[in-house]
């Protein structure tokens, strides 16, 4: 799994810290709803502009290969602007690959590569001149299993996703803040912001980790699995803000837990041998699935 603490990923991060202003030059526009990526990066100033509207991503003819091996067959799928989509399936069936594709952290795989169209509102991601940091920036990712920067304070933690981004000219204090308020942690760690990102508890850590990847005001959030390591009641806190962050961005979530997708998804999408077999509104695909494999899944019978 590709993970932001990845040297390679830092070291992609570079390419945004050029440009006097320090917001970054892009080396090609990424437009999205009539926006370049140059206007994107206002996001990171303070006269940033602030919408609720995120876009939705469009996938096409999507092929994943691992050297030879062929993962994701043929996928086309839509996944709405500012709405949650599952992705369930057995495992190994694509879901984390495809969900990898939609901010091209698949290619950091060695011998990995994609083939097709995502198109981020109307801009492909995989175009020869986008900046791929761009594409993470604006499509960020929280792991499976929360991890905080282990040396860093929870403080540091939530700015170490603007840092890493080349991202200046912010108010610092007002940006964590607001990230941590955004990940409905603030109230609980807003009096020991200088003690150990690592101290909290699991639970904390994933919602620190979901507070670093919107500091860096990104339109789509991508979860694999983000509670498959954390408690009951934890998880239902995650439930809870993923609920609340659509408001602002599109969230794709991969998930094994059926009850999980049920509760959060607005629409469920179920993959099956690098395939994907239906998506449909998440109530429709538990109670009146079209394709009986699904069927047969989402009853037990297999999986
Ligand atoms: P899921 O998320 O549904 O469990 P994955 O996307 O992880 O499925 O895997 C899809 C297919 O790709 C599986 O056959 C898996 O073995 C293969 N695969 C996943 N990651 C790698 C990798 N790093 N190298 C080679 N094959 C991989």
Redesign the pocket.
């Known amino acids: 799994m590709t993970d932001p603490t990845d040297a390679k990923t830092i070291t992609m991060t570079d390419d945004t810290t050029s440009g006097e202003s320090g917001a970054g030059a892009p080396r090609a526009s990424l437009p999205s709803r009539g926006t370049s990526l140059g206007e994107l990066s206002q996001h990171d100033g303070p006269t940033a502009i602030v919408t609720n509207a995120a876009p939705g991503i469009s996938v096409t003819g999507l092929q994943a290969y ?1 050297g030879s ?1 062929h ?1 994701i067959k043929d996928v086309s799928i839509e996944y709405a602007p500012n709405k949650v989509t599952a992705m369930i ?1 057995p ?7 495809v969900l990898r594709c939609l901010n091209r952290m698949h290619e950091e ?1 060695p011998g990995a590569r994609a083939e097709g169209s995502v198109l981020l509102d109307d801009a492909d991601i995989y175009g020869s001149s986008v900046d791929v940091v761009a594409v993470r920036r604006a499509i960020g990712m929280v792991f499976q299993k929360p991890n905080p920067f282990p040396t860093m304070s929870i403080f540091d933690n939530v700015a170490a996703g603007l840092k890493l981004n080349g991202i200046r000219g912010v108010d610092l204090k007002e940006r964590v803040e607001k990230s941590l308020r955004g990940a409905s942690l603030w109230e609980e760690v807003k009096d020991r912001l200088s003690e150990p990102g690592i101290g909290l508890s699991g639970g904390q850590q994933q919602r620190l980790c979901i507070a670093r990847t919107i500091a860096v005001e990104p339109q789509v959030i991508l979860m694999d699995e983000p509670c498959s390591a954390l408690d009951p009641i934890a998880t239902l806190k995650i439930e809870e803000l993923i609920d609340d962050l659509k408001q602002r961005f599109t969230i794709v979530i ?1 998930t094994h837990n059926m009850q999980q997708a049920a509760r959060v998804a607005d629409t469920t999408a179920f ?1 099956l041998a ?1 395939e994907l077999i239906e998506h449909a509104p998440t109530n429709s695909v538990f109670t009146n699935p079209s394709d009986s494999r699904t069927e047969e899944y989402v009853t037990g019978k297999f999986g």
């Open positions: 691992y091996g993962a399936g495992s190994g069936s694509g879901k984390s690959t795989i991969v993959f690098g």
